[in-house]
């Protein structure tokens, strides 16, 4: 069993080979995703929904990250800390299931294993002010134990 950090790794391997190799989707599940990830098909299915939902919606996801990355034009970030910083927000976004802090946590220890010194706090000051502002929009829905507050459902008053 491949634990998720592995599966983020590999997604994140994935974005890069599709942002600067130009590898299509197909090649890179192939050789990237299916050799990694073997036959663990739970880590297979999370890393595609994970890796085909930030690419799908990064347009969306940038939008999100440029409100939160102040002096700064998105085109200037280094590639890692965007494709890092997508695939937190896509998370925070996508998988009700993944409880915030581990979404913040993992992103930082991407950054600081995949860029520079400095990327672990850039990553989680972007991804926290992203959370908030999701949080705030009513776009940050989890569930679960453990997850993020939320507030109670209203009474719709009817008893089963």
């Not at 050789?31 to 929904?49: N, P, S, W």
């Not at 440029?66 to 927000?89: C, G, P, Q, S, V």
């Not at 581990?102 to 995949?114: D, G, H, P, R």
Request: charged content about 30%; overall charge neutral; proline content about 3%.
């Amino acid at each position: 069993m491949i634990n998720r950090r592995e599966v983020r790794e590999v997604v994140l391997q994935s974005l890069y080979a599709y942002e600067v190799g130009k590898n299509p989707i197909k090649e890179i599940r192939s050789f990237l995703m299916e050799k990694r990830l073997g036959g663990d098909t739970d880590a297979l299915r999370f890393a595609e929904k994970l890796f085909l939902l930030t690419l799908e919606e990064s347009d969306e996801l940038d939008s999100i990250i440029e409100k939160h990355i102040n002096n700064w034009e998105i085109h200037r970030l280094a590639m890692l800390d965007k494709l890092i910083l997508r695939i937190a927000i896509c998370e925070l976004l996508h998988f009700a299931e993944i409880p915030t802090k581990v979404t913040i946590n993992e992103a930082i220890e991407l950054a600081k294993s995949y860029s520079t010194a400095k990327s672990g706090r850039f990553v989680n000051g972007v991804v926290d002010a992203a959370m908030e502002q999701l949080k705030s929009e009513g776009k940050l829905i989890k569930t679960g134990r453990g997850l993020i507050d939320q507030p109670p459902k209203p009474d719709t008053g009817s008893r089963s």
